[in-house]
């Protein structure tokens, strides 16, 4: 019998404890990312390792002891089949490795995503790129920030629009352009530079003021994109769907429309 939801700490508490857990996840990771990677194929034919699973036990007893009975929506949890029952309570969606194919190439660009939702929005949110031991979080309303190299944490915020023309995002394997072109021509958006990443590295790009805006027109699940809307959002940029409205979450199947993550400057 699953305990009954208790109610949630303070939002510090939250924030605090989900950056624990994410770098308890993260040394896992490395310590498995240095040897034998365990690659093997799920039953959809995508690519898991040994990190996806140990990250993901991690968290899921992190998550479990901050906020007991409170539902987890996790990467793995799913595609073995544990699909937990939501009310209209809050619920954890979790990515333990977010870019499995950029870990197998150990290229560095993988993320741990943990956020939490709340009426089909995300408030809090920590992506952690363990290769740099770069972190990233944001709660809404009291905004985002990113951990400094002596372990401190700066205030990140979107940016004005830039004079040049707008910095875009594309993920690594959208190779050909086309689609975009035509999506910002037909939007009158100029676009002076474009930057590959891998990830959710791309929403906080965006919300450090790095980049402007991320059209996605592939498929994702939340669990890909929940920790990045939330820091983006608590640093003042916003994730809508093609049609303008905001982007929510809790959807049938946890798949994500088209959507575009951007500085609210950049529209």
């Not at 950056?19 to 194929?41: F, H, K, N, P, S």
């Not at 990190?51 to 409170?70: F, K, R, S």
């Not at 539902?71 to 949890?77: D, L, Q």
């Not at 190299?149 to 004005?160: K, L, M």
Request: proline share 7%.
């Amino acid at each position: 019998m699953s305990p009954v939801p208790q109610p949630l700490p303070s939002r510090e508490v939250l924030r605090q404890t989900c950056t624990e857990i994410a770098d308890q996840a993260a040394r896992e990771i490395m310590r498995i990312y240095a040897g034998d990677l365990g690659v093997r194929d799920k039953a959809d034919r995508s690519p898991v390792t040994d990190a996806d699973h140990a990250a993901e036990a991690i968290i899921l007893a992190g998550l479990n002891a901050l906020t007991p009975g409170t539902p987890i929506v996790a990467e793995e949890e799913m595609a073995a089949g544990r699909v937990p029952v939501l009310d209209d309570g809050p619920f954890w969606l979790v990515d333990p490795l977010d870019g499995t194919k950029e870990f197998i190439k150990r290229n560095g660009e993988f993320t741990v995503n943990i956020a939490l939702i709340e009426n089909c929005r995300p408030t809090v949110g920590v992506v952690l790129a363990p290769a740099t031991d770069t972190l990233w979080r944001g709660v809404v309303g009291l905004g985002a920030d990113k951990r400094q190299p002596d372990g401190t944490f700066a205030a990140i915020h979107t940016r004005p629009l830039p004079a040049g023309g707008l910095t875009a995002c594309a993920s690594r394997s959208h190779a050909v352009y086309s689609d975009l072109d035509i999506w910002f021509r037909n939007n009158d958006l100029a676009v002076a530079e474009r930057v590959q990443a891998g990830s959710s590295l791309k929403f906080c790009l965006i919300a450090e003021g790095k980049a402007d805006i991320y059209p996605r027109f592939g498929p994702t699940s939340e669990w890909d994109t929940a920790a990045g809307h939330a820091v983006l959002e608590a640093a003042g940029g916003e994730v809508v769907k093609t049609d303008g409205t905001p982007l929510g979450y809790g959807k049938p199947g946890f798949k994500n429309p088209h959507f575009i993550a951007r500085s609210k400057a950049a529209w």
